[in-house]
């Protein structure tokens, strides 16, 4: 079995996937890994499936030098984004394998989100090409592995009331003053 990168995950409660050396460009694919980081499976999907189709774009965090703009970017707070269409494909493709890997283990595929995606560079793929005056320049792919794991979201217990008045007794004299007057101003 292959390392991870990360690994304290549940083996039980996750599902994984990876692709090595893939002929798809680092840079675009590490944005694209970042933008659907911690999203549900099924909104990471279509947000993928989106961005095929130009309706949402991948906002560029890291690697933005001379890139254009789009206002597609605004709901991330930047307007540095694109829509790398084969990054696109190759992790839907990606996220579709864990989704599968999960329904054989039998987990809830409805409840699953990515806790973990992480891309890596892969050795340069060499070609050449030639320039003016007889000579050849290097003519470099960027290829990347990528790894991402799938895990069961965890169910939201609500506090008991004893832990919530526990907490609200270790508050400083200022939280106590902001408490009592917005208590005077809801009465």
């Not at 292959?2 to 996750?14: D, H, Q």
Request: charged share 30%.
């Amino acid at each position: 079995m292959a390392r991870y990168g990360s690994t304290p995950i549940s083996e039980a409660k996750s599902a994984r996937s990876r692709g090595s050396y893939l002929r798809v460009s680092f840079k675009n694919t590490h944005e694209t890994a970042q933008a659907i980081n911690g999203m549900q499976l099924q909104r990471a999907v279509k947000y993928l499936e989106n961005v095929r189709e130009k309706k949402e774009a991948i906002p560029f965090r890291r690697y933005n030098g001379s890139m254009g703009r789009t206002g597609q970017g605004k709901p991330f707070g930047t307007d540095r984004a694109r829509w790398p269409e084969k990054s696109a494909k190759y992790l839907l493709d990606l996220l579709k394998n864990a989704e599968a890997n999960a329904d054989t283990k039998g987990l809830d595929t409805s409840a699953l989100l990515i806790k973990h995606i992480q891309v890596n560079q892969a050795p340069k793929q060499r070609r050449r090409t030639y320039r003016a005056h007889g000579r050849i320049n290097a003519y470099m792919s960027q290829p990347c592995h990528i790894e991402l794991i799938l895990t069961e979201g965890e169910e939201v217990v609500q506090k008991s009331t004893q832990a919530v008045e526990r907490e609200a007794g270790h508050l400083n004299s200022r939280q106590r003053g902001a408490r009592a007057r917005k208590a005077i101003a809801a009465a």
